[in-house]
């Protein structure tokens, strides 16, 4: 309707149409190839495309572009393309295909798929056309196919041994205790390990953190000692760190608690570990662009990149400060960071397991986790140097010279993408053997 206004109340010669045209297009493409995926959406800048579109579109006079059959045939089928791009897309995710070859494919099936609709399923005249038998027939042999269709996915063959694999890959998927959980949730302070025993150590952080405790507590238990866990889901201990979102108010006054509580237990031994990247560069997971709200003078803008690069810079600056001024009447001991998967470890092994029928190894290059975490890992070294604060290295256990890998011979060690599992944390667990003496 908008386009068909503007047509009319726009005199148009044909060389005018062109123009309208190819500036349509030429902002269109501009759009798609210089926006960024961490952009949010939708926005203002949604008015771009449709902008483009109505350029496109509002010619009335036949131009090159629309008086061709392959234009109007698309155009006849759009909307029917646009409904199948959906199945098709959602396949793309559930195989795990991405790259450009097998894109090109799904473009080229959602067309073929709105055209098959379209022209002989939609349109009335086509089977309008078709005698009443043939309507029948025509029925039959649909109703017969998707009950093949169905038969053939819910087979014994099939459908058992992808249950079976759920379940016996069900348990990679815990995370921390039942106890560390509801610590982690409420952001509480926590005993683990022998209740009568002074603790050792206190562990502060955010999800990182808890994914260890279980490995902990079971030290804790063979050497009758204790610890205690003070961490909050997405929680950067940053002293005077702040946020504009309400779901942080815990993370807000767990760092405000830190002194008191190190202050209620002399000399007890400090163990920071948090996902540094989250706040440092966002996630590394594909379509995963989160921009963590918290923030120490500066707020965040996710539509701001230099504001954005300004306030991780101030973040940056913040841990290794916290931690160095914890070291001042405590010992510290600042973890580095765990190796971050980029995808689901379990899910994506299961995917290779179902779809594929194959096994995979998930890892990412040792070169990567040091590029990925150079700038955290330069603030501990500088930390460790200036500071006395003493370094725990988690990639001792989980890489070697080469690589980090998400599993060993006996099982997998994460319960996603980055955090740990209670292999993974068992696995890692005497590294911290140390603390309990």
Known sequence: MICQSVSQSVSQSVSQSVIFILTGWIILVSFFLFSKENNSWPDYRAIIPIIATLLILAPIKDTLFTNNII???????????????????????????????????????????????????????????????????????????????????????????????????????????????KCLDNAELCLFGMDNEKPSFILLGDSHAGSIVSGLEKIAFDKKKSFLLFASHG?????????????????????????????SNPNIKVVILNRYNEYLLGHNEKDDFIVSPLYVNKKPDVNNSELVNLVRSELAQGFLTTTCRLSENNSVYWVKPIPEMGVNVPNELIRAKFYHNSDISIRVSKKDYLDRNSKILQLQEESEKNCKVKLIDPTTMLCDDDWCYSSDKDNILYKDDDHLNPWGAAKIAPLFEELFN
Request: proline share 2%.
């Open 235 to 263: 929680c950067a201990i940053i002293k005077g760190i702040k946020s504009d979102d309400k779901n942080y108010e815990k993370c807000l006054r767990l760092n405000e608690k830190i002194n008191e509580i190190i202050s």
């Open 71 to 181: 234009a109007q045939k698309i155009g006849l089928a759009s909307y029917s393309i646009y409904l199948w791009h959906w199945p098709v897309y959602v396949g793309c995710i559930l195989f795990g295909l991405d790259n450009l070859y097998q894109l090109c494919f799904a473009v080229i099936l959602s067309i073929l798929l709105g055209f098959l609709s379209y022209y002989f399923f939609e349109r009335p005249n086509f089977i309008g056309r078709l005698s009443i038998v043939k309507q029948l027939l025509l029925m039959i042999l649909l109703i017969i196919s998707v009950d093949k269709f169905l038969q053939l996915v819910s087979n014994e063959k099939i459908r058992f041994p992808i249950e079976n694999e759920s379940v016996s890959m069900e348990k990679y998927f815990e995370y921390s205790t039942e106890k560390g959980r």
